[in-house]
């Protein structure tokens, strides 16, 4: 069964920046979509950014697009969120998901993802 382990959260001052890291055991690394969600209290989990297998094709929600970037090192197993000009609002649980086997399509739907992280905090404050 795969594991995916995420990292790098925090507290961060508002502008300031963070490095989430999510690394996957497994096999196959490679056929496998990846996404990254968040929740705050109280609301909903949401898409935050997908990269397909290659790493060449990124999707991003309206709300972090141009704050914050997704990549994968294929070789290492590893998807990085790299994220700058951090807001409260960004204040939430960041989880990370894989998708389904064989599928390159970047989908925002929970519901396309097959397995999830247990999460890594972020709190935006000052």
């Known amino acids: 069964q795969v594991q995916l382990i995420e990292s790098g959260g925090g507290l961060v001052q508002p502008g300031g920046s963070l490095r989430l890291t999510c690394v996957a055991s497994?096999?196959?690394?490679?056929?496998?979509?990846f996404g990254w969600f968040r929740q705050a209290p109280g609301k909903e989990r949401e898409f935050v950014a997908g990269?397909?297998?290659?790493?060449?094709?990124?999707e991003y929600a309206d709300s972090v697009a141009g704050r914050f970037t997704v990549s994968r090192d294929n070789a290492k197993y590893t998807v990085f969120l790299q994220t700058i000009s951090l807001k409260p609002e960004d204040s939430a649980v960041y989880y990370c998901?894989?998708?389904?086997?064989?599928?390159?399509?970047?989908?925002?739907?929970?519901?396309?993802?097959?397995?999830w992280g247990q999460g890594t905090q972020v709190t935006v404050s000052s």
């Open positions: 998901a894989r998708g389904r086997y064989g599928v390159n399509h970047i989908l925002r739907q929970e519901s396309e993802y097959v397995d």
């Open positions: 497994g096999r196959s690394f490679n056929m496998y979509v």
């Open positions: 990269i397909n297998w290659s790493g060449g094709r990124t």
